[in-house]
């Protein structure tokens, strides 16, 4: 089966004499057959420019929680619109959403909110080095933490052998044009090896500021922590006056109201948030403790951004939140059903096709892989996934109208239903029965 992309290509053409590569995020270019041009989107369904229709599962890479063109955010978006977009003052919108989310995530006692990921990350680093008078940031392999100049680093291919035992040394630029002299303070660990890490912090604990992880490792394989590592993770920090930071800019209100850290029950100083508490808004924020967040206040720590707080950005927040708190929050159950589901079929799907492979769920996000071992808990034995033959699947996926990301991970959105689970594992046995090799 085919379908039709000549519109998106032709556009695609297009785009590259005036916007740089002709995508607007470089990660997007790698979509097959062609990057598409979306024209509209309506609850767990994407349409493009050619006609096609998608069950989404890339969700704008995750903030859809409330699947595409919501009624509540549309009407509060609009309704922001209309006020006023920005004003580069105050607004009571922006006390209306901190103030939910002190009292939904429970590490929070005070926020910041910017708007994106990248930089909630930048100042949850500066406000752990102000606070510490230290400079160093340990960080993990696998882990992403958005593209600044500040931790956005290269990880070895999936044929260099040491990928689990990369030390601070081995910190590469992610980019061309990145400088390198910021990296110099990264510190990069293989995640979940409490020896390691121990070690690590004891031995530089003088000059360790921060360490920052994704509290489960959704972007290289949905992958847990083991039963203790990130207590001991938080042990050894207090202990040693560092200050640990979750980055929970997938997870936030994603795998509960509270965040990875509320339903895991390990407290960090600071979080990032940002994806799902937008439902696709351009929005982030830090939220943590308020001695560390108080170095905003007193000047110490600049937070800057014109658009910061602005009203489109606090709505569509404020409208998510409302939703996802409604009837206790019924969302996340429904999410993490939908996605139970799909997990139960994909595995008994590739048993049937007798295809080695395996999903790493995390609630309503999970990673499908191609791949002989038996388990995948690091990000080594993820790199031994075959991710060439995954990208073919996800290719053959699109023509069977399921929109997935080539690199495995999928998101569930609470108005995904029965239907699109059907036709969504319908799709993968006839994909799965034509993939060869
Ligand atoms: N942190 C994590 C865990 C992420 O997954 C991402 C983006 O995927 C970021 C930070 C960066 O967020 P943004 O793309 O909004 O800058």
């Known amino acids: 089966m085919s379908i039709r992309t000549d519109r998106s290509r032709q ?211 949905c992958i847990p922590p083991k039963p203790g590592y990130l207590e001991k993770l938080r042990e050894l920090t207090r202990e040693l006056g560092i200050v640990m930071i979750l980055d929970e800019v997938i997870t936030g209100f994603r795998l509960g109201l509270g965040g990875a850290h509320g339903k895991l029950g390990v407290m960090p100083d600071l979080v990032t948030i940002g994806k799902a508490l937008g439902g696709g808004a351009a929005i982030s924020g830090v939220a943590g403790k308020a001695e560390m967040m108080a170095l905003i206040e007193s000047g110490e720590v600049a937070h800057l951004g014109t658009l910061n707080g602005n009203t489109a950005a606090t709505s569509a927040a404020l409208a998510t939140l409302r939703e996802l708190i409604k009837d206790g929050g019924s969302a996340f159950v429904r999410m993490e059903r939908t996605a139970d589901r799909l997990v139960e079929g994909i595995r008994s799907l590739l048993a049937k096709h007798r295809i080695p492979g395996l999903v790493n769920q995390a609630g309503p996000v999970f990673h499908m892989m191609f791949i002989r071992e038996e388990k995948v808990e690091d990000f080594d034995a993820f790199n031994k996934r075959d991710a060439a033959k995954y990208a073919r699947f996800a290719e053959a996926m699109l023509a069977e109208g399921v929109l997935i990301r080539p690199s495995g991970l999928w998101y569930v959105s609470a108005v995904h239903g029965e239907d699109e689970t059907r036709a969504t594992l319908a799709a993968i046995d006839r994909v799965l029965a034509g993939l060869h090799g």
């Open 11 to 221: 556009l695609l053409a297009e785009s590259k004499r005036h916007l740089a590569g002709g995508v607007a995020s470089t990660l997007r270019a790698a979509m097959k057959p062609t990057p598409l041009f979306a024209v509209s989107g309506s609850g767990p369904y994407v349409r493009d420019v050619d006609g096609n229709e998608y069950i989404d599962y890339l969700l704008a890479y995750g903030p859809l929680v409330l699947g595409h063109a919501h009624p509540s955010l549309a009407a509060a978006v609009g309704e922001a619109l209309r006020r006023g977009v920005a004003f580069g003052l105050q607004h009571t919108g922006e006390i209306e959403l901190a103030r939910l989310i002190n009292e939904l995530l429970p590490c929070s006692e005070r926020v910041a909110l910017s708007g994106s990921g990248t930089e909630a990350v930048m100042l949850a680093l500066r406000l752990a080095r102000a606070y510490t008078g230290r400079s160093k940031i340990v960080r993990f392999h696998g882990h992403y933490h958005g593209w600044s100049d500040a931790i956005f680093t290269s990880f070895p291919s999936p044929d260099m052998k040491q990928a689990a035992t990369v030390r601070a040394e081995n910190v590469t630029p992610g980019t061309g044009g990145q400088s390198e002299l910021g990296l110099q303070d990264i510190v990069l660990l293989p995640w979940n090896d409490s020896g390691a890490l121990e070690r690590t912090l004891r031995e530089q604990k003088d000059a360790i500021a921060a360490v920052i992880s994704e509290p489960i490792m959704c972007n290289n394989g």
